[in-house]
């Protein structure tokens, strides 16, 4: 909900539109039911999304063609490690293991190729985040080559991101801090693909008890839809964006309507994330 809310607010207080695009890459991993409850959710919470609802499930062809204009370039190659395999190299990177490079220069003898992956570089990645300032990873260093096309055949969600932000024309990506690790490899392949690199803004993300951020694999209670002005008043407060009580006494389409008037960039927490900013961000402050 707090990405939700902060996503609809930035979009709308700047006359922008909101895409609704559900990441159903992997649909083994998608519950039944779960699509129906994030449009019932919405719904509940007043929230319009402008345009056709976007499924990643469907968009396979144009991951392929994407990696098949990388592979045809040079610039991935087929890997045969496993997940032990790259646990046992030993190199702690910020998002698991980094990549030890074994399959680079081609598969070892006697080896089946289990995922694709992109040749990263050693040179900095370097973004401003709207809210978090300037952002820098290098790569190859910190993350190691990553995959794109993955063992049990799905394509990764970074490909597939970056490919569809540039076909449905965003401008804008709001989401939650715990991807803040990910823009660089999505900025890459952006580049790498000659696609446009939109604007990023990570909202601190809302964390249990235990330091874990608060979703449905920790085991976070639903969004209770009877109590969905409440809800969105503590979201906003979240925000740091507290609505007035005569506000959230008036109910959901009073809250959005004083949000959308009073929603500023600069009242946003930066990152609250249990393991610390997982990526390195310099001093300076973005103008
Ligand atoms: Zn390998």
Redesign the pocket.
Known sequence: MVAAVGSYLDAKSHGGSWALRIDDLDPPRVASGSVDSIFRCLEGFQMVWDGEVVYQSGRTQAYQAALDQLRARGLVYA???SRKDIGDSGLDGLDGPVYPG??RKGLPPGRDARAWRVHTEDTAIEFVDLVQGRMRQDLEHEIGDFVLYRADRVFAYHLACAVDDSAQGVTHVVRGADLLASTPRQIYLQRLLGLRTPDYLHLPVALNAAGKKLSKQTLADPVDLDRAAVTLADVLRFLKHPPPDEVCADGVSALWRWAVENWRRDRLPGVVSADGPATQKDSETPP
Do not use: E, F, G, V
Request: with cysteine.
């Open positions: 890997c045969a490690c074994t399959c």
